[in-house]
């Protein structure tokens, strides 16, 4: 930066200092004046293939409930999640989650993988429908257990190893239903290498394994709770969801993960680990998935309808946050608005 030898005097009479003509090197703002130069220039893209919709899917017939904290978001029954899959597929949206909310919870998780199981039927129709659209199965156990943790729970414990068999189960009928992604989100220890030894044993080898390899204890999870009727019965879940606190034992779940055959891995929530999933992809070359979950997407649209911020740009911007810290691909709540806005 060069300064100039003729400053100008201040015209106030009671400062005697003199004020440098600064000229700048570089011109950073050239490349900002406009935009088609910015979109030129523009390093991160949001794409819609980069999109995840959700669903969360009831039975029953023409049963359509908004969850109160989600706006925008409901439970569905099956003729009503088709009616919003052609809306998906018409925004080229092309990878849709499924959440099973069944009639009956019982302690062995019956509905997560029953043949007739809430999202079994769902991957069906989906794919009865909408053949070229992924299907991707939430494989939890949870929604499906009268107590509502993710596993065998045993004098008020929740056990790990009997839990991998029901998980095993459960991503085997999701596959013979026709999911073409299993994606286990439990935190069991062992859960990928359980699914995958059951799914190539069954046929299923060429069927790719998302798992949820960071998910964390979180705060954020909250409307999710409302809208899968999955609160904890007791206790909470930081015996095996993650500690927020926690970098290095993310870095070792991933890695974890890996070793056990996930072809993709998973950071969730998204927004307040940006840093692990930067660090995540300096470590792997695997896609990596983040979860923009419930809370982030609640918060967004509570601002908005108060008036307190531009909603379209600041989903765009989180969005764009995500996928320039290394996130491939985003589950969203938000994926039908942002699909519209990169039209």
């Known amino acids: 930066m060069k300064e100039s030898q003729t400053g100008t005097k201040s015209e106030d009479k009671s400062l005697s200092y003199v004020l440098p003509r600064v000229t700048p090197d570089v011109r950073m703002r050239r490349l900002r004046a406009k935009a088609p130069l910015r979109a030129m220039v523009r390093e991160t893209h949001l794409r819609v293939e980069q999109l995840i919709y959700p669903f969360f899917i ?34 080229g949206i092309k990878s849709v989650l499924l959440f099973g909310i069944p009639k009956e919870k019982d302690s062995q998780a019956t509905g997560a993988w029953h043949s007739q199981g809430i999202v079994q039927q ?18 939890c156990l949870c929604e ?17 190893d009997p839990s991998l068999e029901i998980l095993a189960r459960a991503a085997v009928s999701q596959a013979e239903a026709g999911a073409d992604i299993i994606a286990p989100s439990d935190m069991m220890d ?5 699914i995958r030894a059951a799914l ?21 999870y909250g409307p999710f709770r409302e809208a899968a009727e999955s609160a904890p019965q ?7 969801q993650m500690d927020p606190a926690n970098a290095r034992e993310a870095m070792r779940e991933i890695e974890l993960d890996i070793a056990e055959g996930a072809d993709m891995v998973m950071v969730k929530p998204a927004m307040p680990y940006l840093d692990l999933i930067a660090e995540a992809r300096y470590m792997t070359k695997l896609p990596i998935a983040a979860y923009n979950v419930s809370g982030e997407y609640s918060m967004v ?4 309808a108060n008036g307190w911020i531009d909603e379209k ?7 764009t946050g995500i996928v320039r810290a290394g996130a491939d691909l985003i589950i969203t709540y938000h994926a039908k608005d942002v699909a519209n806005w990169l039209k």
């Open 301 to 304: 649209k509570a601002a908005a």
């Open 122 to 139: 769902a991957t069906r129709a989906l794919k009865a429908n909408f053949p070229d659209l992924l299907v991707i199965a939430d494989t």
């Open 234 to 240: 007791f206790g909470d879940r930081t015996s095996y």
């Open 313 to 319: 740009r600041v989903v765009m911007e989180l969005l």
């Open 58 to 91: 009831v039975e029953g017939e023409g049963v359509r409930n908004p969850i109160s904290s989600m706006p925008g978001i409901n439970q569905q029954s099956i003729d009503l999640m088709l009616k919003e899959a052609a809306e998906v597929v018409a925004l």
């Open 144 to 160: 499906y257990m009268d107590h509502g943790h993710c596993g065998i729970v045993h004098e008020g414990k929740v056990l790990n």
């Open 190 to 194: 062992g859960r990928v290498a359980a």
């Open 200 to 220: 190539d044993a069954n046929g299923f080898e060429n069927i790719p394994i998302m798992a949820y390899s960071a998910k964390f204890a979180s705060a954020l």
